[in-house]
């Protein structure tokens, strides 16, 4: 069952350029994770931020997350080709024991 | 660092046969899943395990089995083969239980074609 939704499907920008990703998902969440999957690689977590949290920061990472929309976004600030990757959001129901699910990602090209 | 090792990166096998995917992490850590990933739907759980000898049916587990004998190693097990078994198969491992408090950390997958 998909949880969370990133949007766009696809994301097409130069470097140097910023680039926003949005999850939304369904029901109420203890945290929301990010992660990035390389092309024909597993994927690498990036950054999570708990309910309680509205903000975080890693390097060029910005995460906000708004629990009364149940949205996120990642932002990828001065991006750089090396970017080039796709991005899913990740999240665990708030009810019971339960597994992270999986959005479909947005994939994101940059341009040198 | 965290090392979550798949014996193969690429396996060809035939409609029928038998196989086993083997994911391997060196962390001690209580839970291994098994996702497949394929365009258009995403990652969808098969399997997974919070301790030795114990395992969860995912969203998936159809077709799959799994096997958890040490804390170290999870093997998926495709007790006959089917071409729409053909993807890309992913392990993971977290420390504790997964409530979103833990990230997972993947191996770099076994791409597997079912001719």
């Known amino acids: 069952s998909q949880q969370g939704e990133e949007d766009p499907q696809a994301l097409s920008i130069q470097e140097g350029e910023n680039a926003t990703m949005n999850c939304s998902y369904k029901t109420s969440i203890n945290n929301l994770q990010w992660y990035r999957q390389n092309s024909g690689r597993g994927l690498v977590h990036l950054i999570l931020i708990r309910s309680n949290e509205r903000e975080k920061h890693s390097g060029r990472l910005r995460v906000t997350l708004d629990t009364s929309k149940k949205s996120s976004s990642l932002l990828i600030t001065a991006s750089r080709a090396a970017d080039t990757a796709s991005y899913f959001c990740a999240t665990v129901p708030n009810s019971g024991y339960s597994t992270l699910t999986f959005g479909k990602g947005t994939m994101l090209l940059v341009s040198p | 660092d965290v090392k979550v090792t798949q014996s193969s990166r690429y396996l060809v096998k035939r409609t029928g046969e038998k196989v086993f995917l083997e994911c391997v992490q060196d962390?001690?850590?209580?839970?291994m899943f098994w996702y497949r990933q394929d365009p258009g739907l995403g990652l969808r759980l098969i399997y997974f395990?919070?301790?030795?000898?114990?395992?969860e049916k995912g969203d998936i587990p159809e077709g799959y089995s799994v096997s958890r004998e040490k804390k170290e190693r999870f093997s998926l097990i495709l007790e006959s083969a089917s071409t729409n078994q053909t993807s890309m198969y992913l392990c993971?491992?977290?420390?504790?239980?997964?409530?979103?408090?833990?990230?997972?950390?993947f191996g770099n997958g076994t791409r597997l074609t079912v001719t």
């Open positions: 395990s919070y301790d030795v000898k114990m395992k």
């Open positions: 962390m001690d850590h209580e839970n």
């Open positions: 993971a491992s977290s420390l504790g239980l997964a409530t979103g408090s833990s990230p997972l950390h």
